[in-house]
């Protein structure tokens, strides 16, 4: 059965004329660690790039799975690396946390239990929600001792669970218990990526490990609000009023971006400057294809050229 899907899913075509694509959407979501930058380099022509998508009137969005900034961080991380993006075009898993809790008119009178870093607690926070947890968790310890049974807040009404470099075994109990014990605790995951880029000399592992810990102890799955979930495309799409059809998805990641932007009915380019090589691409147990795949998002400005 596998084996005929994947015959009949069209492979993914190189890049030839990047007028084309360019001319037939209105709006680039871009995916930033490994398209826009990777860790705490900008990759080659992005500047360029971006400026001459812009000068043609298209709507630039960049949407990262990564949790633990906000979109106020994001956007001095822009700014750092000298690309001009405005906060309203940075739309990151901390705030898609927020902004599903909005969506589903979460009571302002229960609290969030939080593990993950502190770009989830201040989209919380200026979504208007009360929390707990996040870093100030990081150094906490049980103490096994017998008969020791551990307190939790009744009135955490979501557990929401994201990368976190100081996760512990307090953080998957206290989680654990919330989800368990609390009726009608939701569970949301910003992510479940399986690995994550700390450092350019390997791959570590990814919020979904984190998830991956609480589906384990509470036998629950949660619901995801970053790619490839359809959420933040849907918010996206209602947001700045864009038909999907006239949307292209540039990301690295097959699992994530690419699969995000088919979910939405996007169109989809595939970059090979961050974690997807070409081999993996077409590797017959890939059954993800873009329409389209490049080396870097500078080559709209080759390609371009050469099709003048």
Same mark, same amino acid.
């Given at each position: $059965?596998?084996?005929?899907?994947?015959?009949? !899913?069209?492979?993914?075509?190189?890049?030839?004329?990047?007028?084309?694509?360019?001319?037939?959407?209105?709006t680039f979501i871009f995916d930033c660690d490994g398209v826009i930058w990777k860790g705490d380099k900008l990759i080659d022509g992005v500047p360029e790039t971006l400026d001459m998508l812009r000068s043609k009137g298209k709507r630039?969005?960049?949407?990262?799975?990564?949790?633990? !900034?906000?979109? *106020?961080?994001?956007?001095? !991380?822009?700014?750092?690396?000298?690309?001009?993006?405005?906060?309203?075009?940075?739309?990151?898993?901390?705030?898609?946390?927020?902004?599903? /809790?909005?969506?589903?008119?979460?009571?302002?009178?229960? *609290?969030?239990?939080?593990?993950?870093?502190?770009?989830?607690?201040?989209?919380?926070? /200026?979504?208007?929600?009360?929390?707990?947890?996040?870093?100030?968790?990081?150094?906490?310890?049980?103490?096994?001792?017998? =008969?020791?049974?551990?307190?939790?807040?009744?009135?955490? =009404?979501?557990?929401?669970?994201?990368?976190?470099?100081?996760?512990?075994? @307090?953080?998957?109990? @206290?989680? #654990?218990?919330?989800?368990?014990?609390? /009726?009608?605790?939701?569970?949301?995951?910003?992510?479940?990526?399986?690995? #994550?880029?700390?450092?350019?000399?390997?791959?570590?592992?990814? =919020?979904?490990? $984190?998830?991956?810990?609480?589906?384990?102890?509470?036998?629950?799955?949660?619901?995801?609000?970053?790619?490839?979930?359809?959420? $933040? $495309?849907?918010?996206?799409?209602?947001?700045?009023?864009?038909?999907?059809?006239?949307?292209?998805m540039v990301g690295d990641r097959l699992d994530t971006d690419i699969l995000f932007g088919q979910n939405g009915g996007c169109k989809t380019l595939l970059v090979l400057s961050g974690v997807t090589s070409l081999s993996m691409l077409?590797?017959?147990?890939?059954?993800?294809?873009?329409?389209? @795949?490049?080396?870097?998002?500078?080559?709209?400005?080759?390609? !371009?050229?050469?099709?003048?």
């Open positions: $059965m596998e084996t005929n899907s994947f015959t009949t !899913k069209a492979s993914a075509q190189p890049l030839k004329n990047a007028d084309e694509l360019i001319d037939s959407v209105e630039l969005v960049f949407v990262t799975n990564n949790s633990t !900034k906000s979109r *106020k961080q994001y956007g001095k !991380k822009f700014e750092t690396l000298g690309l001009n993006v405005s906060e309203e075009e940075i739309f990151a898993s901390s705030f898609a946390a927020a902004a599903y /809790l909005k969506s589903i008119n979460f009571p302002t009178d229960k *609290k969030v239990y939080v593990i993950g870093e502190d770009g989830i607690l201040k989209e919380l926070e /200026l979504a208007g929600f009360q929390y707990l947890g996040g870093p100030d968790d990081g150094g906490k310890k049980i103490e096994l001792k017998p =008969g020791f049974l551990m307190e939790h807040d009744k009135d955490v =009404g979501a557990v929401v669970v994201g990368f976190d470099r100081h996760f512990n075994y @307090y953080k998957v109990q @206290y989680g #654990t218990l919330c989800i368990r014990e609390n /009726l009608g605790c939701l569970f949301i995951a910003t992510n479940r990526d399986a690995v #994550t880029h700390l450092t350019d000399a390997q791959e570590w592992a990814g =919020g979904g490990s $984190m998830v991956g810990a609480i589906c384990g102890s509470t036998q629950r799955e949660p619901h995801v609000v970053g790619k490839p979930s359809t959420f $933040m $495309m849907d918010y996206l799409a209602d947001k700045f009023g864009i038909l999907k059809s006239q949307i292209c077409q590797s017959p147990n890939n059954s993800i294809q873009p329409d389209f @795949y490049t080396n870097k998002i500078s080559d709209f400005l080759s390609l !371009k050229a050469a099709t003048v």
